[in-house]
């Protein structure tokens, strides 16, 4: 290290000299032999491995999100959770990493696409692949013959990407499943149900639902002489076959997707969004004496939601509020930063929604500004006149509309309605008008 920076101090020292002889306007002869001594100079010191220039990007088949994208994600979750709330699910949660045995002898041909980890402490490892095989090593730990429950979380396969159609490596699944001795089909009913409300809720286009029956392609096999060594490897290829002449004797319940273009709109594409179905063998897998329980749940495709609603927010060129901030406190005087910042703590106390510029004397109508950009409905006005009437000036923002209101009826919220915003989809907005 030492010798390096005593060879670049070197470099430094000569550059100058050259630059010093150009500027004297010096022989061409001398400024060419200085020159020659720089570059052997710079050949000796070489390049300095600590600043390599490499590539900023995200790993193959994983993505950042901006605030945008941030917030319609977020949407399309609360629809999601809350749909799943309403049926009486509890949520769970399990590590991100399983035990590779855990996971091995569970996909067929698609366990190539775990993703294994280096040998921790002695504990071979391996990213979670999906939502269930944990769910159903949870249910045989604890010993749980009876749950319905709800898991959103990510999970990991090392597959060839297509992020444009909702596929990559790193991405969610959002389950619902029900566990426990049942009178037929009850579950399976509500699991149907559960779907459709989610895809209506979500507002993304017509959908059809395919129910089936796993056994009519146990017995297509069965016919055609396939052994039950070769069961799974043979389900794992037709799963790759086109989906909507397979899906319907592939999976107990599918979900495809129909979108047609609406005027002035692109086709999305047609794809399947959800898909489920019984697996009443899994969990006697991991239990010491075999012992089965029948569970039947539901997987919402929810990164091809994603993309199909970016997609449409694009075509309609909707807004998307990135902030849930209810009303900008504003000033329309200077030096009234203190008054400022005792309001918007009141709102905050209160449980309002409320921002601030960052500016002791910020103008009016930059404030204005920011409240049109970032979809604020209401802004709060203090000035000296207002400060004396002990009242704070509200106005709408879209409408212009003013009324003069006492602080304390502000955050209290009365006769006072903060959704000032909706849109043509659930993840949009535009002014209401006046």
């Known amino acids: 290290m030492a010798e390096r920076a005593a060879l670049e101090e070197l470099v430094k020292l000569q550059g100058e000299r050259v630059r010093g002889l150009k500027q004297q306007k ?8 200085e020159v020659a001594k720089l570059l052997k100079l710079k050949a000796q010191l070489g390049p300095d491995e600590s600043k390599q220039k490499f590539v900023l990007k995200t790993p193959k088949g994983t993505r950042d999100y901006s605030p945008r994208q941030m917030a319609v994600r977020e949407k399309v979750f609360d629809v999601i959770i809350r749909c799943f709330k309403r049926h009486g699910a509890e949520v769970i949660d399990t590590p991100v990493f399983e035990l590779k045995e855990t996971l091995m002898g569970k996909y067929g041909e698609d366990s190539k696409l775990i993703y294994d980890l280096k040998d921790q402490g002695g504990e071979l490892l391996s990213l979670r692949y999906d939502l269930t095989v944990p769910f159903a090593r949870y249910l045989a730990m604890n010993k749980l ?21 909702g596929r990559y490596r790193e991405f969610y699944q959002c389950d619902f499943d029900i566990a426990g001795n049942f009178d037929p089909m009850i579950p399976d009913a509500e699991c149907l149900k559960i779907m459709c409300e989610i895809l209506s809720s979500l507002q993304i286009g017509d959908f059809l639902v395919k129910v089936n029956d796993r056994r009519i392609l146990d017995g297509m096999f069965a016919i055609c002489g ?32 129909q979108t047609p273009a609406q005027a002035g709109e692109e086709p999305l594409g047609v794809g399947s969004v959800a898909a489920g179905g019984r697996y009443d063998g899994l969990v006697g897998m991991f239990d010491p004496k075999g012992r089965k329980v029948p569970c039947v749940g539901l997987s919402i495709g929810v990164e091809r939601i994603f993309s199909i609603v970016e997609q449409r927010l694009e075509a309609l060129e909707e807004k998307v509020r990135t902030t849930e901030t209810q009303v900008l406190v504003a000033s329309a005087q200077k030096k009234l930063l203190e008054e400022r910042l005792k309001l918007v703590s009141e709102l905050w106390d209160a449980g309002i929604k409320a921002e601030l510029l960052y500016k002791k004397n910020p103008k009016l109508l930059n404030q204005l500004q920011y409240c049109e950009e970032a979809g604020i409905p209401l802004v709060a006005i203090i000035g000296e006149q207002e400060l004396k009437d002990g009242v704070i000036k509200l106005r ?7 009324v003069r209101e006492v602080a304390e009826d502000l955050k209290s919220g009365q006769n006072r309605d903060f959704n000032f915003y909706y849109g043509t989809t659930p993840f949009s907005y535009k002014a209401q008008e006046a």
Do not use: G, Q
């Not at 010096?26 to 032999?33: M, P, V």
């Not at 013959?145 to 159609?165: C, E, G, L, Q, S």
């Not at 709408?396 to 003013?402: C, D, L, Q």
């Open 145 to 165: 013959t009876n749950i319905k429950r709800y898991h959103i979380a990510k999970v990991y396969r090392r597959d060839n990407p297509a992020m444009t159609r």
């Open 26 to 33: 010096a022989s061409a002869e001398l400024i060419e032999e």
């Open 396 to 402: 709408s923002v879209t409408s212009r509309e003013e």
């Open 226 to 257: 396939v052994s039950d060594s070769k069961f799974r490897t043979i389900c794992s290829s037709v799963d790759k076959l086109d989906k909507v002449s397979w899906e319907e004797v592939k999976n107990e319940m599918a979900v495809l997707l």
